[in-house]
C-alpha cells in the first residue's frame, strides 16, 4: 500500500488543527495505511453535548479545558470516539440541568466554555431560523 501515515487524527475547528489518539487506533497492532477525511457540520449544542458527556459521564475536570486546545481535543476526541446517539443523549441531559444545582453550574460553565472557545460561528438552531427568516 504506499507511504505508512501517522497514528494521530486530526481535525481542523475554524483553522486551528487537533491532532488526537482514537480509540480506532489505540493499541492497534498495525500500522494505518492511510487517512480518511470527512467533514462533520456540528451545531453549538452538539458541541455542548461532547463536553457534557466527557465531564459529567467522562470525568474530565472543567479545570482541565480552561486551554482552547484542550477543549477542541476533548471535543473531537469525543465526536470520533463515542456514539452519537450518547451526544445527542448528553445535550438533552444539559438542556434539562436546572439553574441553582451542582448540574445547572456544570451545565452553564459548559456553555460558556464553548460559546468562548468555539464561538458564534458554530451554528446555533437559534441563528439558524434567524437566518432562514423563520420565526419572525
Request: net charge negative; charged share 25%; no cysteine.
Amino acid at each position: 500500500m504506499g507511504t505508512r501515515t501517522s497514528q494521530l487524527a486530526t481535525a481542523t475547528i475554524d483553522g486551528h488543527d487537533t491532532e488526537f489518539p482514537t480509540a480506532l487506533r489505540d493499541g492497534a497492532d498495525n500500522t494505518a495505511d492511510l487517512r480518511l477525511t470527512f467533514t462533520v457540520p456540528v451545531s453549538l449544542r452538539e458541541i455542548e453535548g461532547a463536553l457534557w458527556f466527557s465531564v459529567w459521564t467522562g470525568g474530565v475536570a472543567l479545570a482541565d479545558l480552561a486551554n482552547p486546545a484542550d477543549a477542541r481535543f476533548l471535543v473531537v476526541s469525543a465526536l470520533l470516539d463515542e456514539a452519537s446517539v450518547d451526544i445527542a443523549a448528553a445535550a438533552d441531559e444539559l438542556s434539562q440541568a436546572r439553574r441553582g444545582t451542582h448540574r445547572g453550574e456544570v451545565a452553564d460553565r459548559i456553555r460558556q466554555l464553548a460559546a468562548d472557545v468555539f464561538g458564534p460561528t458554530v451554528p446555533t438552531p437559534r441563528r439558524a431560523r434567524a437566518r432562514a427568516g423563520v420565526g419572525r
